[in-house]
């Protein structure tokens, strides 16, 4: 329970960074857009293909964990690419305010980034303690336990089995009655099989 309740409170923290900074994040760089020339819908849009392919590459990246399969280089090329430039628009807003406002300015991107990868680690973590009780499951189905094969005895065939072993214990053999007695059967067919099987002293 207190494992469940750490991921949960864990995960919701790093979604509202990630939610705060991406809002910031888009701020700045629709600012820095709007400022060299673009305008209306381009200038709002621009920015969500920035942060949007972080995110899909992200995404694309966690799949191919969760398949256990190497990431696609394309995805791992996009997603190094998504953050050198949401990180490169954040500090070329704060720029103007010097180095300090660059800093500050980059922060937000750097917070986004980071939520992500939080994220993306948090969910990788899941499917590995999913993966080995599937795989345990996959196991079981296609290789399951064999039925027992072993052949239930009959009265009779215990009684020949025990009365046998007497013969080579160190004691007496096994009176009739006693067979008869614990094995519910009749004692003339008790002492049938222990005439037809005695070997002589």
Not at 26 to 53: C, I, K, M, N, Q
Request: proline share 6%.
């Amino acid at each position: 329970m207190a494992d469940r309740l750490i991921r949960i409170t864990t995960a919701l923290a790093v979604v509202a960074v990630a939610a705060v900074a991406a809002v910031i994040s888009y701020r700045h760089a629709y600012e820095l857009v709007h400022s060299h020339g673009e305008s209306g819908p381009t200038a709002r849009l621009v920015p969500f293909t920035v942060d949007g392919l972080i995110w899909a590459a992200s995404m694309v990246i966690l799949d191919a964990s969760r398949r256990r399969q190497l990431a696609p280089p394309l995805a791992k090329w996009s997603l190094a690419v998504g953050i050198v430039a949401t990180v490169g628009a954040n500090v070329a807003h704060g720029t103007s305010h010097g180095a300090i406002g660059a800093v500050v300015s980059a922060w937000p991107a750097l917070a986004l980034v980071g939520s992500f990868e939080l994220l993306m680690t948090l969910t990788r973590a899941a499917a590995t303690r999913i993966a080995p009780a599937q795989d345990e499951q996959r196991t079981t189905a296609e290789h399951p336990t064999p039925p027992c094969t072993e052949a239930v005895q009959t009265p009779e065939q215990a009684v020949l089995a025990e009365y046998l072993a007497s013969l080579d214990g160190p004691g007496r053999p096994l009176s009739q009655r006693y067979l008869a007695e614990k094995h519910h059967i009749d004692r003339r067919k008790v002492k049938k099989i222990v005439t037809a099987t005695h070997r002589p002293g």
